[in-house]
């Protein structure tokens, strides 16, 4: 038995008990395990077309006629003697626990190298059943597979399957059933595994290229190849979004577009949710009136609580509900890998590695997400970079506060057609501006705190494939939904209550708040903002999201009384109080440039299992962040 | 007559067989498990924009390599039959 790290046994009791077996998931990336395991389980584990989208393991269960059967879907290998952090945990998986029945995902379209890597399961494992997937792609590309003497040459039932269109996932159960029962026998056949010996890392080369001898001697048997060239559309694609004149232009345009759809879709939804909301607070004022509440009630709930709650639903979840969708649908057309192709060479002169972009990318979604999405480059150094600077996309907490900002300040409120793209192409210069800096910190970091030899870039560029548009779009919309009231209620109704107390608790006819913000506020003039702002960037750790709503109760808090109802109110509300360009530019470096929220500190932690590190991820962007608004700050003040 | 040359000299396009992947360990082990090694039918398909990393196809699947990197595998040239 191979001896990877430790020992441990991955811990899935919670899974794994009361059920009768227990089956696992396995692949190569990127061949829709996600999506197999989805359908025979019916949970909503997040599928996208490229390596390395599932890094963790997920659990899930499943009847099948009148067992219970628990499913593990473990993250996609290339294979599993090899080095990456995300195989090693399915490499570990395999190894340590007992299972009663392993599916092997494969991809049609590849299936000479796929056959090389189920036959590497195949040596380990003996109950198992392969699972042809995506055959209706394969079938247009003129590749015939005949399974049952693909079934014969491997010793296990071979189903073909297309898991999108749920295509023979109900023959698959049945199998998986039969062999956990004992109705089906897999043959574990020696004559594959001749001369293998997978216990030596050392003998790799020699093992690997024992399967790729064995999996071509099958294929030769088994399939037949109709036609010449493979994924002609893919190739045509390619020459467009890759090309040299044309690539990186339309990389931008895309971007732009994603942005103007979401600040000119996310207005409308927005407006209606706080009339909404607004017309309600009126109700709940005359309720409490009725019922005679004491003031102190009626502050913390509706002045604190409500209001928070309500400012982060109607202004923070419109463009997040109209983004992530579309992002998602980005995700599922398999566009990502090629964006990191395009960008590598920038990436490889800051000694960071073109997989990088890929987990921005994720970072623009979560800063968590992103960071535990570094698992999918190699190199300890390079992951390392890609983590402390992860931050430096601003997640789905600050984005809308980034959208909130460019329009009151930049583009105008108006919301015309003018308006809109000239928000976009803000979001889209300050995204730019992201990740130079992002490059720029790598380069540094390369250079001193995180100095080691460059790993290399080998990426699978997948084909191109069309999204299932509206089960993305519906899935990513309530997933995202439900994600951002959950948050609000869980971060923000606390933080409202909070906010209430610290502006209303009076010590010598001082509110608490005013205390604090009046003793940050030297400092937060001296860079470009004010007490108030670093207070709220203070008071917005566990969430970004709280950010605007802290600064408008503590505005309104110290005399400045007024409903807010839209844009316009909230900008006259931050010019009343001494708000200008500069403070807008500040407070969008400082959004940009600040310590990661609590979740993604946390993660760091768990990811770099190090203080140390935790702690340069929370203080390098603090204090980059501080440095610029200071330059900013007092380069505007001689203009100005 | 069969001529050795590196897999960054082969022009988009042609299409070359691999001889040796003369890579660190664990990088050629990635190799290997992309199907990248010898015996495999090799052929670079387009670059990226800035003319590093390229894309190969290779076992009916495309890869993206830098040019340091394919600088260490060592193919000959197949000419073109079909």
Request: aromatic share 10%.
């Amino acid at each position: 038995m191979l001896t990877r790290g430790s020992n441990r046994k991955v811990d899935y009791d919670k899974e794994i008990n009361n059920t009768d077996y227990q089956v696992v998931l396995t692949g190569n990336p990127n061949v829709g395990k996600s999506t197999v395991f989805n359908a025979i389980t019916g949970m909503k584990q997040h599928t996208g077309n490229w390596t390395g989208k599932t890094v963790e393991c997920a659990s899930g269960r499943a009847k099948i006629n009148d067992k219970v059967f628990s499913f593990i879907d473990l993250p996609g290998t290339y294979s599993i003697l090899s080095f990456s952090k995300e195989e090693a945990v399915a490499a570990d998986y395999l190894m340590h626990n007992e299972t009663d029945c392993a599916i092997i995902v494969i991809d049609a379209n590849v299936i000479e190298r796929n056959l090389s890597f189920a036959l590497q399961i195949l040596s380990i494992v003996k109950n198992a059943v392969l699972c042809l997937n995506l055959c209706d792609q394969a079938k247009k590309n003129g590749i015939i597979i005949d399974t049952e003497e693909l079934a014969k040459n491997l010793g296990i039932p071979v189903i073909a399957t297309c898991a999108t269109k749920c295509n023979g996932l109900e023959e698959l159960e049945q199998t998986v059933y039969d062999i956990c029962v004992g109705n089906i026998k897999c043959f574990h056949i020696d004559e594959l595994f001749k001369n293998i010996d997978i216990s030596h890392k050392d003998k790799y080369k020699e093992n690997a290229e024992l399967f790729k001898k064995q999996s071509i001697r099958i294929c030769k048997k088994c399939v037949t190849y109709n036609k010449s060239e493979l994924n002609r559309n893919t190739r045509r694609l390619d020459k467009i979004l890759t090309s040299k004149s044309t690539g990186i232009p339309i990389m931008l345009l895309l971007f732009a577009f994603l942005f103007w759809i979401t600040a000119i879709g996310a207005n409308y939804p927005s407006m209606w949710l706080s009339n909404g909301f607004e017309w309600l607070k009126e109700q709940l004022y005359i309720f409490m009136d009725f019922v005679n509440a004491p003031e102190f009630l009626r502050g913390i709930l509706i002045d604190g609580v409500y209001t928070t709650l309500t400012w982060v639903i109607s202004v923070m979840l419109p463009p997040m509900a109209i983004f992530f969708p579309l992002f998602s649908l980005l995700e599922d057309s398999g566009y990502l890998p090629r964006i990191a192709f395009n960008l590598d060479k920038f990436f490889a002169k800051c000694g960071a590695h073109g997989k990088q972009s890929l987990t921005m990318a994720m970072g623009i979604g979560c800063n968590a997400c992103g960071v535990t999405g570094c698992r999918i480059i190699e190199s300890p150094q390079e992951r390392l970079i890609a983590v402390l600077t992860n931050n430096f996309m601003p997640c789905n907490g600050r984005f809308p506060m980034l959208i909130a900002i460019i329009m009151m300040f930049f583009a105008g409120t108006s919301m015309t057609f003018g308006s809109s793209v000239l928000t976009a192409v803000i979001l889209l210069a300050i995204i730019a501006f992201c990740v130079i800096v992002t490059l720029i910190v790598s380069k540094i970091l390369s250079l001193t705190l995180a100095k080691g030899t460059q790993s290399s870039f080998a990426l699978e560029l997948p084909p191109y494939r069309k999204p299932q548009i509206l089960r993305t779009i519906v899935r990513s919309f309530l997933d995202r939904t439900i994600f951002v009231l959950g948050r609000a209620v869980a971060v923000a109704a606390p933080a409202g209550a909070l906010i209430w107390i610290l502006a209303n608790v009076y010590v010598n006819d001082c509110s608490l708040l005013s205390y604090c913000t009046e003793f940050l506020d030297p400092f937060g003039k001296f860079i470009g903002l004010d007490g108030t702002i670093i207070m709220a960037f203070i008071l917005g750790f566990p969430a970004n999201e709280t950010v605007i709503p802290v600064i408008i109760m503590s505005y309104m808090a110290s005399g400045t009384l007024m409903e807010y109802s839209g844009y316009d109110q909230l900008l006259t509300l931050f010019t009343a109080n001494g708000w200008t360009i500069t403070t807008a530019i500040c407070i969008i470096i400082m959004c940009i440039m600040h310590y990661p929220c609590s979740t993604t500190v946390l993660t760091i932690k768990k990811e770099t299992k190090s203080l140390k590190w935790t702690l340069v991820s929370m203080i390098l962007p603090t204090v980059i962040g501080i440095i610029l608004c200071m330059i900013t700050a007092n380069v505007m003040r001689l203009f100005l | 007559m069969e001529e050795i040359c590196k897999l960054s000299e082969i022009p988009v396009g042609k299409r070359a067989l691999i001889a040796e992947v003369d890579c660190k360990e664990n990088l050629r082990n990635r190799m290997y498990d992309f199907g990248i090694m010898n015996g495999s039918v090799i052929s670079p398909v387009f670059k990226s924009p800035f003319g590093d990393p390229v894309a190969y196809l290779v076992n009916n699947a495309v890869i993206a390599l830098r040019n340091k990197d394919s600088h260490n595998i060592y193919v000959t040239k197949i000419q073109n039959t079909d």
